[in-house]
């Protein structure tokens, strides 16, 4: 049972609680308008008998911003959290999980202490040398600042979601794996022509680009410039006693893992040991004088100025700070660094001049997309001679007709969503144009290589298909009420 829930689990786990504590801490999303009714003020929405607390919804929304922040190469805006509706999705996903729960309970399912136990010593994330690692279990929570109680109460719901989705679980049938297997084993033998534009054919129409800009110009802004000043606390030098520094070691070992995951020696680590221990008393060093230039009693005496992309330096932080105050001590090169800050200069969209090289890329992007897609449908129409490369499959990797491995991967991916017997596919700025000469409904020499992989893809699949008809079904038998407005 835990192992099915550990390789299943698509909730919480302990690294989503790290990604997000800095942004929960950050402070209560501003969002909507609240019902101060003393029985649901603490609340943001009630399913059946369950509240949906605020605290709840503070963690998904940081997860779901996490998430796409991620995906945004850890930039996500203000502006792009509200035109993905991130309040909307994580409350929309905390009631889908509450209408769960409410079903999980009427069933009379439950959690007690063991499951929580053996939930935990089950995640790898607490392992060390494949066993569950007590110490590192406390040193993780610890220093992503979770108490050990709150996080093992938030699993609660985390392992009864899982007995219900175990409870439910349809096993699959031979015609459902048959099924998938004539699907994803079918070949096609294809004959097919790539179709590229010249650089000579891409003429700059300088009005147009300036239109484009128009259209476009709020997706090209500056980025948020800061103006700080700064203090730099270089890290001491000093030896520690043997005594001092084998205590350190003893307390952080688990920091001084090899890439076999095993804990180093002493003695293999003790110059990267003094090093740290030496940093983690400039620290204390850095926080006096962080509180004297906090107070006024001393200055950050050098001013820099640096845009939103500088990994350096703690930007995401910097970005939730008011003019004039002052960042707690960081790490910075070797030592700590303070920040004041001066002055923040917001985004502004960009002048045609300023943006004119990046538009200039979307321009030409069109219109050799234009051209791309003119000269295929030209050859669809009046007859191609492709090269033909034989049979392949949705597996097919090896790449073929003067494609990258990259390409031709897309290709076939796109190929085999198509329903056309002659058509062309588009991969970025070029096209694919494919007739199928014959085709092979089921590899036999396959189907016993991706059986088991096609049988639990089965599985989920059908299962999904259960759990969304039953969320619709249980939206109508447990009540719903909102605390808070939508945005």
Do not use: C
Request: hydrophobic share 35%.
């Amino acid at each position: 049972m835990i192992t099915w829930m550990q390789k299943h689990r698509k909730y919480l786990v302990v690294t989503i609680w790290i990604s997000t504590i800095a942004f929960v801490g950050a402070g209560f999303v501003g969002w909507g308008a609240y019902d101060l009714n003393a029985s649901r003020s603490g609340s943001v929405a009630k399913v059946g008998h369950r509240n949906i607390s605020i605290q709840e919804f503070q963690n998904k929304y940081g997860q779901f911003h996490a998430y796409y922040s991620q995906l945004a190469d850890g930039h996500l805006s203000e502006e792009e959290a509200a035109n993905l509706k991130l309040e909307n999705l994580a409350l929309e996903s905390l009631v889908n999980d509450a209408l769960f729960l409410n079903f999980a309970d009427d069933l009379g399912l439950g959690v007690n202490d063991e499951d929580i136990v053996k939930y935990i010593i089950a995640d790898q994330n607490f392992h060390t040398n494949g066993k569950f690692d007590k110490e590192l279990y406390k040193n993780t929570l610890k220093r992503a600042r979770i108490p050990q109680s709150e996080y093992e109460e938030s699993l609660k719901n985390v392992i009864l979601l899982d007995k219900l989705r175990h409870a439910l679980n349809i096993p699959t049938k031979k015609q459902d794996t048959d099924m998938l297997l004539a699907s994803y084993l079918m070949q096609d033998r294809i004959s097919m022509q790539v179709v590229e534009a010249d650089d000579n054919e891409i003429k700059i129409d300088e009005d147009a680009v300036k239109t484009l800009w128009e259209e476009h110009k709020n997706e090209y802004k500056t980025m948020t410039e800061f103006k700080l000043d700064t203090k730099f606390i270089p890290a001491i030098t000093s030896e520690a006693n043997a005594t001092e520094l084998r205590a350190f070691y003893d307390e952080n070992k688990n920091e001084y893992k090899g890439s076999d995951d095993k804990i180093k020696d002493f003695e293999a680590v003790k110059d990267e040991v003094l090093k740290d221990f030496n940093l983690k008393q400039t620290k204390k060093i850095a926080l006096e004088e962080y509180l004297k230039i906090k107070k006024g009693e001393s200055e950050a005496g050098t001013t820099i100025s640096t845009l939103e992309d500088n990994a350096s330096l703690p930007i995401d932080e910097l970005k939730l700070v008011k003019t004039g105050e002052t960042l707690k001590p960081f790490e910075y090169d070797d030592g700590y660094m303070i920040v004041k800050v001066k002055e923040v200069i917001a985004p502004r969209i960009m002048s045609f001049e300023e943006a004119r090289e990046q538009i200039l890329e979307l321009y030409k992007e069109q219109k050799t997309k234009e051209i791309v897609e003119a000269k295929a449908k030209e050859l669809l129409k009046n007859g191609f001679k492709g090269i033909d490369i034989g049979f392949i499959g949705r597996d097919a990797v090896k790449a073929q007709g003067g494609l990258t491995e990259g390409e031709f991967n897309v290709f076939v991916s796109k190929l085999f969503g198509k329903s056309a017997k002659k058509d062309y596919v588009m991969i970025d700025n070029k096209a694919v144009v494919y007739e199928i000469l014959e085709q092979n409904l089921i590899n036999r020499d396959k189907e016993s290589e991706y059986k088991d992989i096609i049988a639990q893809q089965s599985s989920y699949l059908k299962n999904s298909e259960l759990m969304r008809d039953l969320s619709t079904a249980l939206a109508k038998r447990y009540k719903v009420e909102y605390y808070v407005s939508k945005k």
